[in-house]
């Protein structure tokens, strides 16, 4: 069998001017803001009135824990809102944007694959709207001028060894990972040692996702913890008189970007937060505007269902008042087998008795997305190596849990691969069944915050964590940000701290090594395992082989 | 009297959609790339079209040295612009985009001010089509290979002391401009010293500048010689393998930007290299695509015509084959004043005498600029408070010269204020009387190029440089470099490197502190006093007075 690959696909599509795309959801053309032919963003003005009518109901692709065999959770979220739109329905999907610099290191992703993708996937994968540029600038912005506040007299009093803001690039480079910065004399200011993150990891990147309009984005700018004094108290970014001029850098920004899969449905792709110290979701903004303008609104969270359902849920949907109608778990035939034990290498072999063993994976994210009171169904992403047989095993677990379990065949047949779970879908939505509700509740203290989303998602005995984080959490607390969510940052191939313990484990406990105060996004990240903020590129960076080829084409980037 | 301010009539503006202005090209609407209703890129196929019909006559607009009182250059760039289109002529002006950071320390600035500017001016002052990002992307990508190289083994044996690439960053933050980076231990590389400059200053700025199109582009980039080897061979960006992913990043930024007047005529706004340690015009791609659409195309160089016409004539004409018609030299009679010895408080007295003694500095630009063989008209930009007689003293000195100065109004009044000028500069570019020819000829020793820049244009005496320089150019002229022509980095404020000798010195030299190499750019800079690559922010930066007012309405920024 030979497949054409998903940038072959990409550069078939027929693409629709984007105006049409727009037309699909009554949006105006004159509040569409092109860029080029085939991208837009929607304008505030359009964005507000649209937010107003919230027709659509809510729909949040998530999956098993991923292993290297991959899940295909962004191809199922464009599938599934292709196969809405195929039996009717008016639906949109809402994705995350892709960062630029890890493109130059290993190959560029697509957004989805086979049948199921949103195009252009070339700007997708360099500049887009420029919304990335955006908040590298309004970062450093806020950068700078913390080190002129203290070059021109620190009035605030600022503790030069407590700056927490650093610096941020949309590129892997592990250089700026720790520098010293203010050497060469009296004029450059005073040296003193910090760094650089990727643009995804600024928390301005998870601010704008969770904004709910820019006067939201300035307030919550405003509320970002910069630095602290010698007594420890904190130093805001209003304090420095940032926040202002950050919006303004933002206003673009703020507006979601519409574009269209490769059958012509509308696709709105803005914002990418982390996974791990941040919430990993799409903006609130592009998922508001989505629901005011379609009945169904797909869209998905980072990582498997343990972390990305949990801080979609509990940090995005409380935040923002979306109650999911619907979840879809994401699971795979040869996941599955991957968690039963069998290596990469044998995956092509039929093994339903490691499909069997695997499975428990699965059940376990079906109870805990179950548990936040959203009705569940199971989206098994069809390879083509899947017997029918290991098929069969993992319909009949998910249905001894209480769910049904539905074969897509999205990736390589499209929307008409996809039309049973489409159908599933829509019923459960329209049935009205969710009673949604976050796993635990603002005023609960934060450290038993940690410890329910421990036991109740990963099933640990305990979180382990010293003193000085426990006090950490009571200073928090005493300050008021003891109401805000956890975001946990932890191994996504796990339930567990451990990568490499698959399944379903039990009998560990989750040490959280640091936690941190976002004040401006609006959470307390917990620290769980080493986590890089900023890559490095490979020893044979992928930037090597990008270029255009004889034909004008991008060879190397996909 | 009162006035609005420029940001005020640019808000008033009665912008067309900008495929309307595209259509007064003959571009049509499918290669235009629009970026929101009033911007577009024009498509890369589209340029390679135009460029090769090479229809329009080329208008260069310079001034005399700059002075506190301002001279109006790009006001008169776009007021004759709109001059020509409104005596009926098919015209359109190329100039520079604006950098992004310097907006945060002091107020943005417009695209020329009053009745003669480029809109919309808030997004040129902002991120524009993202062209600087894209550069300062393009930029960063090649510093994080060359550590990658390093860390990775060093098989270009790179002397990581002899590294000439830095970072860039589009802000004014001085605590970047020397910096430890690769701090940490052995996972982020070898600690060495480094910094950052603002984008502008970049080698890719000026090379997208000067850049025929996307091959050449490539090219250049791969000349860039970013590192030396212990034994001092040059390492270039070619050596890294990284110009064919800076390429692909740059696609877009390659791409002309059109906008248009106030009075909806069209204007490209594309590139801004610095004018000092570059060379200060914006894109050829830019100036050549509006020379193949209209009859007509006024542009602008940077700084005086000491510095700024030298490095166009010398720089982007001999280097893209480009021949201008016409230039016009801007002066104001309080700029006269201001060289004539009257400060910046007094100028609102009229005082013909001090005109009169100012007037010098204008006649020696005038005198170079026709040294090129071009023909000159100096265009008075009236402010309010000339008087009959101070306006009839310029006129007279101009006289003199065996040129013609003609007063202008289009700040106040827009094209009708600039027929007459309009008129003459049309006819003396109809009437081919140009013989371009640049100042030296490419084969003549590196440094008998800054001697005779020194003495035909400056009026100095010679040039001071120790051994060390004069051996660096004969090195640099054995590598095969010896055919580059010179970038002058000196004072914009004086024909000396002396800023507050005002005037028509005579009897100084010009020390050269420092040459370095833009192999890519293709030019040699001479550094000739202090030059800032790097801006700060002062100390009650404009940033915090930046924001969105309760209309909606950016505050601060103008």
Redesign the interface.
Known sequence: MSFKTDIQIAREAKKLPIQEIGAKLNIPT?HL?????DKA?VSQDFVASARAAKRGKLILVTAINPTPAGEGKTTTTVGLGDGLCAIGKRAAICIREAS?GPN?GMKGGAAGGGMAQVVPMEDMN??FT?DF??I??AH??L???I??HI??GNALEIDERRIVWR?V????????????????GV???FPR?T?FDITVASEVMAILCLAAD?DDL?NRLGDIVVAYTREKKAITCRDI?????M???L??AMQPNLVQTLENNPAFVHGGPFANIAHGCNSVVATQTALGLADYVVTEAGFGADLGAEKFFDIKCRKAGLAPSVAVIVATVRAMKMNGGVAKADLGSENVSAVQKGCPNLGRHIENVKGFGVPVVVAINHFHSDTDAEVAAVKAYVAEQGAEAILCRHWAEGSKGVTALATRVAELADADQAQFAPLYPDDMPLFEKMQTIARRIYRADDVLADDKIRAQLKEWEAAGYGNLPICMAKTQYSFTTDPTRRGAPTGHSVPVREVRLSAGAGFIVAICGEIMTMP??P?K????????NEEGL?E??F
Chains 1, 2 share one sequence.
């Open positions: 004159e803001l092109p860029f080029g032919h963003k630029l130059f360099l500049h420029g540029h955006a590298t600038s450093n912005l950068s700078a001028m080190d002129n070059y021109w610096r690039m949309d590129m892997n480079d592990r250089a700026l990972r720790d520098t010293v910065v203010s050497l060469g004029s450059n200011g040692q760094g820019l300035q008189g940032a926040e202002g001029a919006t303004v850098l206003k673009d490095g590129l020893r960076p992928a930037a090597e082989s990008i270029r255009f991008i190397g980037l």
